[in-house]
């Protein structure tokens, strides 16, 4: 004779695992942290780090790097804590495009590539991200939980335009110099379409499986 054993129930996850307090609260760091170098442009002077005193265009690039390198550290937190949220998989991606923005609109505001340049490909740059954005907030208002798988793309858009800021904000000059910096954006910004299509084309596929 078998007896129906009723399958255990997990047990609930504490509060700071259930809303992802430890990840969530780096990526928010993340998204602020993504403004500083932006403030170092417009206020250019030396600074203070690790009792080094820098240009404000090394403690740009040197802030720009600590803050990118965080990328890995939420996503490694939810892992590890099983803390991973809907809302921690909407923002990743946000605080991604937020490194890469408000930098390259200090940059072209203060005339480090050569103009109009620099506002077209700003342009360019900032249509496909704000269109994903747009996306994510949508998915997030609207409840539903489903996560927009990166590709391969996208990875190659992040690293071309991280490049190009760095190119752009090194203290070298000429004309040769501005048409290697106009170029990597050019290239990041092809990839960045090729990723935004398909994204949005998911996007939208969930977004009808939901109705």
Known sequence: MFVNCPTPTPAPKVWWKRYGVLPNGVTFLRILGCF???????????????????????????????????????????????????????????????????????????????????????????IPEVALVSLNIYLMVRGIHARIPSIWAGKIKMNVQCLGLV?????????????????????GIGFSYVAATRYIQTGVTIIKAAQ
Request: one cysteine or more.
């Open 167 to 187: 190119l752009a904000l090194l203290p070298v000059v000429g004309v040769w110099w501005q048409a290697i910096v106009i170029g990597c954006f050019m290239i």
């Open 36 to 126: 500083v170098p932006m403030w170092m442009i417009f206020n250019p002077q030396s600074y203070i780090f690790l009792s080094i005193i820098l240009p404000w265009w090394a403690a740009a690039l040197l802030v720009l790097f600590i803050v990118g390198s965080t990328d890995f550290v939420d996503g490694w937190l939810a892992r590890v804590t099983d803390s991973i949220t809907s809302l921690g998989e909407k923002l990743d991606p946000i605080a991604d495009k937020l490194l890469v923005i408000p930098t390259f609109f200090a940059i072209c505001a203060s005339g480090l590539i050569l103009q109009p340049w620099g506002w077209i490909i700003f342009a360019l740059t900032v």
